[in-house]
């Protein structure tokens, strides 16, 4: 178990309105993700975190942004939902020293539904 | 351009048989290989992982072969059972030496184990 929960697990909102997802995590580490998971495209990144204050863009950031106040949140914006954002999207973690693999883990998933 | 492909989208294997999962992948420069469980309405689970400079990591009933030179990879489940009916994930670390490498994914392959 990394310790890793999403909130709201289950969203439903309408086109236009604003969304933020929340990851947390409990164990400190440095790197966090953000993913989503559609049928016939497998998980591809949006966003990652390599540090308070430090974000950059993954595949498929547009129409997302991110921010990580603090080394246990990272936070998922949409800032005007709209349908092909439908998704399920999934936060994982690294750990925090580096050799020649680094595995991710992931959390439970969020399940967005835009009207 | 899909870099990390898993061609078979479903796969049935007999208790008690062996299952084989297959990977491709197209660029030379990924260093590090990750195999994901994925059951529904839950996160991937971490698996098994395999480094570029090596071709086979065992684990249990689990062990990844690696042919750098055909760019595949291979998951082996021996004996098969029916808790490892899910979605396989294959999945690629391209090392950027910046700490936060986002991982490739296939689309998948949903493995059902029969009785």
């Known amino acids: 178990d990394a310790g890793i929960t999403q909130s709201p697990r289950h969203k439903v909102t309408e086109t236009g309105t604003p969304v933020t997802l929340r990851c947390h995590q409990t164990?400190?580490?440095?790197?966090m993700y953000w993913y989503r998971q559609d049928p016939g495209h497998g998980l591809r990144l949006i966003h990652y975190?390599?540090?308070?204050?430090?974000?950059d863009k993954g595949e498929v950031s547009d129409g997302y942004s991110v921010s990580r106040s603090k080394t246990e949140d990272f936070l998922l914006t949409l800032e005007s939902a709209t349908s092909s954002q439908t998704s399920v999207y999934f936060c994982?973690?690294?750990?925090?020293?580096?050799?020649?693999?680094?595995?991710?883990?992931f959390g439970p998933g969020t399940r967005l539904l835009v009207l | 351009d899909q870099q990390v492909k898993q061609n078979s989208p479903s796969l049935s294997v007999q208790e008690g048989r062996i299952s084989i999962l297959n990977c491709d992948y197209t660029?030379?420069?990924?260093?590090?290989f990750l195999w994901y469980k994925k059951y529904p309405a839950e996160g991937p689970t971490f698996l098994i992982s395999?480094?570029?400079?090596?071709d086979k990591n065992e684990d249990g009933r689990f062990t990844v072969f690696l042919n750098k030179s055909a760019k595949h990879l291979s998951l082996h489940i021996v004996p098969s059972q029916p808790g490892d009916s899910a979605v396989y994930f294959c999945?690629?670390?391209?090392?950027?030496?910046?700490?936060?490498?986002?991982?490739?994914f296939g689309k998948g392959t949903h493995l059902i184990i029969q009785p």
């Open positions: 395999i480094s570029s400079i090596k």
């Open positions: 994982a973690i690294s750990e925090s020293s580096r050799g020649l693999g680094e595995t991710q883990y």
């Open positions: 975190s390599y540090g308070v204050k430090d974000t």
């Open positions: 999945a690629a670390r391209l090392y950027s030496g910046g700490g936060a490498d986002g991982l490739t």
């Open positions: 660029n030379s420069m990924f260093d590090y």
């Open positions: 164990e400190n580490h440095r790197y």
